[in-house]
């Protein structure tokens, strides 16, 4: 199997404060996990690759300083969403890939997905 | 750039009617390619996927999606459509030349009428 877990699953907070999110892969080992962000009635959009050991590579627009990506081990990657303010609100997913050893083509497995919000 | 395209933002069906979600991509090479259902507040599940072989795939809950090449096209169908199908889809293309990073459409919401 390929299971991918975030916790939380649900998280307020008020402006200011910051908010982590876990994302792990619980029956394989992910060297890349991704991070996106969805908006109300939106698509997925990328917001980031996380590789572990190394630093996360951010997509254009997308504020390295107020997510921060840390991935220290190769089942768990961590968001944390800094000073966070209400247009931060938003569902955050992550997904881990396959290593190409496993033959799965290097495909993601997402997780069920976070939900910011912020008051 | 890789992009993909879902012309169809939103689509009612009545129940037991047959589905057509349509999906256009934009890849220089042949892209891995994926259909994920979302009901509401809820997390991706994979419907099916493509990598290679056989054009015509099978899913879960009754779907399928066809490879069309020539036509950049991955769209999918169900023959009969049950009110629990109602969500937003979304197709997907993995860029292998890339380590597989995704590329997401924008999303079809799908109406199941009684």
């Known amino acids: 199997g390929a299971v991918v877990s975030q916790h939380p699953s649900r998280v307020i907070c008020k402006s200011g404060t910051s908010v982590k999110i876990e994302c792990r892969s619980l029956?394989?080992?992910?060297?890349?996990m991704f991070w996106y962000r969805q908006f109300p009635k939106q698509s997925l959009m990328l917001m980031a690759t996380?590789?572990?050991?190394?630093?996360?590579?951010?997509e254009q627009g997308v504020e390295k300083d107020k997510f921060l990506i840390n991935h220290a081990s190769l089942t768990l990657s961590t968001l944390t969403v800094t000073s966070a303010h209400p247009e931060d609100s938003s569902f955050y997913i992550c997904s881990a890939r396959d290593p190409p050893d496993r033959g799965f083509h290097n495909e993601q497995f997402f997780g069920p997905g976070t939900r910011l919000t912020v008051l | 750039a890789q992009s993909v395209t879902q012309p169809d933002i939103h689509i009612t069906v009545s129940e037991g009617a047959s589905l057509e979600l349509r999906c256009n991509y934009s890849?220089?090479?042949?892209?891995?390619l994926f259909w994920y259902v979302q009901s509401p507040g809820q997390g991706l599940q994979l419907l099916l996927k493509y990598f290679s072989g056989d054009t015509l795939v099978q899913g879960i809950k009754g779907f399928e999606a066809e490879f069309k090449r020539s036509q950049s096209s991955f769209n999918l169908r169900k023959p009969s459509v049950h009110w629990s199908d109602a969500a937003e889809y979304f197709c997907a293309v993995g860029a292998p030349n890339t380590g597989n990073q995704f590329y997401f459409g924008t999303g079809t919401s799908l109406t199941v009428i009684p």
């Open positions: 029956d394989f080992q992910a060297t890349t």
């Open positions: 996380s590789n572990e050991g190394s630093k996360a590579t951010y």
């Open positions: 890849y220089g090479a042949t892209p891995y």
